[in-house]
Structures are given as structure tokens and as C-alpha cells.
């Protein structure tokens, strides 16, 4: 490989040499200021929301909206959450942040003319390190939104550290009223445990399932598995990526009851949405 270079190295290695990668130096480098970056972001307002609609399967009718963290960094644009999220998680940012993004999408939801439901993503950094119970709590509290609206999505990295502590949080935040859904399932390593072992009230499939659901008969059985499994279970099931007309028709025919996906709209602000929130799009909220 070219850019593969071999250096010496002075301290260590069996040899006193290692395979040195320049890419992967100069990639730290960007992890590591990026980090510094985002812990400055939500203080300089790069941080924020983008809202994507949920629907029913067949009526193609909005029920809620899903908040979606955006970045825009001053030298480098829009940061992918793929991208920025793991690195808030490690570092721990993702505390504040998350405590950040309730707020906001509780405050927006609290505004809308119409009782449609809110769905939260939440890291398991959060459950394990933040007092998530406390922060739900006060947050619907300060913003005066119905617990009942608020739904936070919670993948099944949830049960990797310390499933005990998990249970005990998503439990007390079910008695707040607060719905829990279980996002991207289907990619971890639990799933059929997890859905047994946690108080989900709703389970969404995977994107990577939905996108092959045409071409490849494993994602179809698949998809109808998860369905067949959230009927058995009494557990709504939410279908995310849903793209095309043909998937969708695929999804209500195997009993799937709402669909996410570019088909009833990308992630925009949500002024975007104004007809369905019932708010004009200059009715006070930020532009950003
Ligand atoms: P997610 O929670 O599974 O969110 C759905 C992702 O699928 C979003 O990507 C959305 O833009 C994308 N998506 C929706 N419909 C379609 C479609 O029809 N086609 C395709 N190709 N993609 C679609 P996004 O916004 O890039 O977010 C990626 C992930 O970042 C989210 O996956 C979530 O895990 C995480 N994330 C986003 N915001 C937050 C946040 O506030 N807190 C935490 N902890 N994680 C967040
Ligand atoms: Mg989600
Ligand atoms: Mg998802
Ligand atoms: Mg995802």
C-alpha cells in the first residue's frame, strides 16, 4: 500500500518498529478536535432539530414526529449524526446534549395546535450516567407537555452495561406516562431476550430490513417475523426508511401499523410541518 509507511518507533514495538498509518493519525487528530468542537456547539448554537413525520400505514396520516439531532459546524457544514453522536457518547457530551434535545423537542411539541406525540432519541449513556428520570420529569414539568406525547426511542445497547439499571429507569419513566419504543431492532445482539426482559410499548424495525423488503425475500421474512413477533407480544410495530409506495403497500399487507421514511417526508424543520402542527411556520419558533 502507498500510503502505508513504515517509521521507526523509538519507545516500544517488538522490533522497535510499527506499521504507521498517516490517514489514521490525521483521522484521530479530526476525532479528537471534533470533540473539542462539539463541547463548545450547543453554547454557540449550532445545535439543532430536525423533525421527521411517523404515519399511519394506510391512511398515510400523521401521528407524530421523531426530533433528529443536526450539528452544522462552523468550518465544516452539516455533521452526520452517524458521525457525532458515537463521539458524544465517549466522551460523555452526550448528557448534556440529550438533556439539550428533550427540551427543545418538548418545548416545540408543548406549542403544536394538535396533541400529536414526539418521539426522543435517547443514548444508553444517558440511562446509565444521566439521572434520566429526574431529567424527564422536570423537563415535562418546565414544558408543560403531556406525558402521554413523549415517546423516547432507546436501541438495545440499552441492556450491554447494566441491564439491571436500565430496567429500573425505563420502568419509572413508564410510570410517568412516557412511552418507550425500541429503535433499529433487529441489528443488536439481544433482540428476542431484550423484548422479554424490558417494558417496551413499541417495537421499530430497522431501516436495513425495510429497504430490502422488495428484493430479497430473507429481509421480507424478516420484516413479517418482527411483525408476527410485535402482534404475539401486543406491541405496536413502527417501520423506519420506508421509501416507496411498494414498500409500503408490502408493510400494511403484513399488518405493520406506522411507517417512517422519505415516502411521508425527510427530516426538516419544522416549519416545514406547520399545516399538520397547526402553527405557521413564523409563529415564534427559531429559524435555523
Ligand atoms: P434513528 O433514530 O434510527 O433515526 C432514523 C434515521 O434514519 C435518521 O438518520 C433519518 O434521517 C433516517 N431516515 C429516515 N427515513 C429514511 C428513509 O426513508 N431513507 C433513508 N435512507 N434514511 C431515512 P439521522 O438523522 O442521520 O440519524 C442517525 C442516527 O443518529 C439516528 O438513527 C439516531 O440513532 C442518532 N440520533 C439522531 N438524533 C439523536 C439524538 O438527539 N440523540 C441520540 N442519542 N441519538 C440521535
Ligand atoms: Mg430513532
Ligand atoms: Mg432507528
Ligand atoms: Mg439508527
Redesign the pocket.
Known sequence: RADMALYEVKEGGRNGFAFYHPALETETRNRRQLEQDLKRAEAEGQLF??Y?PQADVRSCGISGF?????WRHPERGLV???LF?PLA?ASGM?VP??AW?LREACAEAARWKVPLSIA????PV?IQHGDLVELVTATLAETGLDPTRLEL?V?EGVLLRDGARALTVLTRLRELGVRIAL??FGTGYSSLSTLRAFPFDKI?V??SFV?DLASSTESAAIVRAVLGLGHGLGLPVIA????TEEQRRALAESGCADI????IG??APIGAFAAVTGLRADAGSVVH
Do not use: H
Open positions: 432539530l430536525q421527521q421523531e426530533a433528529l439531532l443536526r452526520p449524526p452517524d453522536i457518547e452526550i446534549i440529550g434535545v426522543v432519541n435517547v443514548s444517558q426511542e436501541t429503535d433499529d421499530k430497522d431501516r429497504r423506519e426508511g420506508v421509501e417512517q421514511g422519505y415516502l425527510r427530516p
